[in-house]
């Protein structure tokens, strides 16, 4: 009995070994990945390209800032409400838990009351300009599926751009400018997502959409990867094996979802107007209190 179990075992064994050796252990960008499901024939292994589950890649992120002193509240200063310019009565300290606003605070649980954020200095050294860069390193390869969303507790900046890299902070190349005049700033026409398609979803623009706005809807800055997306698998995304068909087949865009770095260039504050108001330069900051990088 013992044996012929034993011969069953290792006539199922040669069996599957002679089908995997049509199946490599990886497909192009992919593993390989195997289930059972129920045919005409009968119970058969069916072979596809397989993902890993995708996650907050925040949970494991480290931050650096440059300057490296430009967090508020050493020495602790006050700063004046976005809105209200004449309410100056605000007070970042870090040697005080309550009024401190470390780097750290972009990346805790939200829904706290009151909120928590990081935040810089003001622009107390105006007209210099008040450049602040924020980089997100993970030290490994981490491909995204969802949009990059930056919710600032200020105003969105005047002007920002997000960067990326693909080889741990070697290089940078820009993922897509904001700014309140696209032409002014950065000398782009303005456009949107919207505006691109299949072949040109390559390129870099300068969007006006994140840029303007004080209200409580209006702090989100997203880089848009869904939308993205859905130019190969479809408006809802239902045709994902199409898309990653496309960036298995396809190495500059698979390289476009691809990043081991980000990168936040902060190169003007909001202002709310044209014109900076020097008498009020407690008014000009960034704030932000939360980012979420989703990926795999």
Not at 66 to 82: L, Q, Y
Not at 147 to 155: A, H, L
Not at 162 to 191: I, V
Request: aromatic share 14%.
């Amino acid at each position: 009995m013992y044996l012929s179990r034993f011969l069953s075992l290792h006539a199922l064994w040669v069996t599957v070994s002679s089908v995997m050796q049509h199946y490599p252990s990886v497909w192009g960008h992919y593993d390989v990945c195997k289930t059972q499901i129920y045919t005409e024939e009968g119970k058969v292994w069916d072979y596809m390209a397989c993902q890993p589950e995708a996650r907050d890649m925040i949970k494991y992120v480290r931050v650096t800032l440059d300057p490296p002193d430009i967090t508020c509240g050493d020495p602790p200063e006050t700063f004046c409400a976005m809105g209200n310019p004449y309410m100056c009565n605000n007070e970042c300290d870090a040697s005080t838990q309550e009024l401190a606003h470390p780097p750290e605070l972009m990346f805790d649980l939200e829904g706290r009351h009151p909120s928590t954020f990081w935040q810089s200095t003001t622009w107390k050294d105006y007209p210099k300009p008040l450049h602040v860069n924020i980089t997100l390193s993970w030290n490994k390869t981490i491909e995204l599926t969802d949009n990059i969303v930056i919710t600032f507790e200020s105003g969105r900046p005047d002007q920002m751009i997000l960067e990326k890299s693909l080889d741990y902070g070697r290089t940078w190349q820009p993922y897509q400018y904001y700014a309140t005049d696209c032409l002014d700033a950065f000398h782009m026409d303005p456009k949107s997502v919207r505006d691109l398609s299949q072949h040109t979803v390559l390129e870099i623009i300068c969007t006006e959409e994140y840029s303007t706005g004080y209200m409580t809807n209006s702090k989100i800055i997203h880089f848009e990867i869904k939308d993205r997306f859905a130019f190969f698998a479809g408006p809802r995304l239902h045709n994902m094996a199409s898309l990653y068909g496309q960036l298995d087949t396809t190495k500059k865009l698979r390289d476009f979802f691809t990043i081991t770095d980000l990168r936040i260039r902060l190169l003007r504050p909001a202002t709310g107007e044209i014109y900076v108001d020097e008498q009020h330069l407690a008014r000009y900051f960034y704030a932000i209190s939360d980012i979420r990088v989703y990926g795999r």
